[in-house]
Structures are given as C-alpha cells and as structure tokens.
C-alpha cells in the first residue's frame, strides 16, 4: 500500500499551496517537510531531488515530482478530477490556466515593498473583477450547471474557489457583482473535503506574513525586490 504523499516546500502558501487544495479536495491525507534552512534546500539538490533545482517538490506514488503543473495534473487524473473525456480536459486546463494568471499577481504580493503593495492590491481587484471573474461568472451564466466543466466537481472548480477566496483577502466584498460566483463559492465550499480544508486546524495555510517572506528569501538566496505591475 502506498503511503502518504510527501510534501517539500516552505510553510506557507506559495505554489505548493493548490497542491495542497487539490490533494485535500480528493480526500488525500498528506505529509509535509518544511524548508527553513539553506542546508536542507541544499540537500534536496545534492540528492538529486530537485530536477530543475526548484521547488515544490512531492514524493507520491513512487516518484519524486516536481513542476507544479505536472503535479496538479496527476492528482487530478488520479482522483477523477480532470473530466470525462479530452475534451471537458481541455476546458479545465483552459479555466485553471485563466486562474493561474490571476493568482500569479496575487503570490508576489508579499515579496513587493511596502511602498507598492496598496498599488499591486488595487491592480489584483481590477484584473480579478474586470478580466477574470466575469469570465466564470458567464460560463456559470450560460450553462446554468453546479460546476465549471460537464456538471461534474474538478479540479477547475477547486482552483476557482482558492483565487476566489485570495482575493476575498484583498477586498471582502469583491464578488458583490458576481451573484453566480457567490452561490459557486457557497457550494463549493460546502462539499465534505473542502468544507474540512477551510476549517481551523487544517493543513491550510494562512495570508504569507513576513516570516515566510524571509524565510523564502534566506533559503532561495532572494536578495532583490520584486515590482508592482
């Protein structure tokens, strides 16, 4: 029988954290080993671990998998969360990418200097309610069905709610014009597995704080800021 999937990563959000949700979603129980030290990082490295020396990294079934896509897309198939056929396949990638885009300005907004982070936040709300939420909100619209792809729970559903709730973190009231967005995120996080991941205690992780920041930058060696859009 194989064992729990090993997580290796920082004890934070960052690109590990969607791992986390999907794994979760599927009712996946999970380990996880913190990075805090340069040494640790290092080791990883000089084991072989890391194939484009990066993380995150996940030992699951056997392999050690690293590219977070790569990653995403097993479990997904594994668990019965990447559709039916080819192509409801190919309108999940096409959702989860769209929701990538987004979450990509919201994870650098920790490692922004102070000066530009009400700048970054402002431009995170307006991508978010301008570009990307309308576009679910229509499909919602349009097919009048509980879930983004062949009425059926996936992974795309998954990642819509985590960048929902992301950005819920920069304006509470961010889906007042989005009234299929917000009966979504009801029902999404209502189902059994979800529901246990938002509760307290769970393996979710919190806003990034400047801990975390630090603790990237030290172990990645960062020595230089990141810029506003």
């Known amino acids: ?42 080791k990883l490295l000089q084991g072989g671990s890391l194939m484009f ?9 056997g392999m050690k998998m690293v590219q977070t ?3 995403l897309n097993y479990i997904a198939a594994k ?9 409801e396949r190919a309108l999940i990638d096409m959702y989860v990418g769209g929701t990538d885009d987004l979450m990509g300005f919201i994870m650098m907004f920790p490692f922004l200097p102070a000066e530009d982070k009400e700048k ?18 229509k499909v ?4 009048g069905q509980d879930f983004l792809v062949g009425n059926n729970f996936s992974w795309a559903d998954v990642h819509l709610l985590e960048a929902i709730l992301m950005v819920e973190e920069k304006k509470s009231d961010v889906l007042s014009g989005f009234p299929h967005l ?24 919190p ?4 801990k975390y920041v630090e603790t990237v930058r030290r172990v990645l060696r960062m020595y230089y800021d990141i810029k506003a859009n």
């Open 53 to 61: 020396q990066q993380v995150p990294m996940v030992e699951i079934d």
């Open 120 to 137: 970054q936040r402002a431009f995170i709300v307006q991508k978010a309610t301008s570009r990307y939420f309308p576009a679910y909100e």
């Open 182 to 205: 917000q009966a979504f995120k009801a029902r999404i996080s209502s189902i059994p597995t979800i529901k246990k991941f938002l509760e307290p205690g769970s393996q979710r992780k």
């Open 140 to 143: 919602l619209k349009d097919h």
């Open 1 to 42: 029988m194989a064992g729990k999937p090993k997580l290796y990563y920082f004890d934070g959000r960052g690109k590990m954290e969607s791992i986390r949700w999907l794994l979760a979603a599927a009712g996946v129980e999970f380990e996880e080993e913190f990075l805090e030290t340069r040494e640790q990082y290092e």
């Open 79 to 87: 668990h019965n969360l990447y559709g039916k056929d080819l192509k």
């Open 69 to 71: 896509r790569a990653i």
């Open 207 to 210: 806003v990034p704080d400047d």
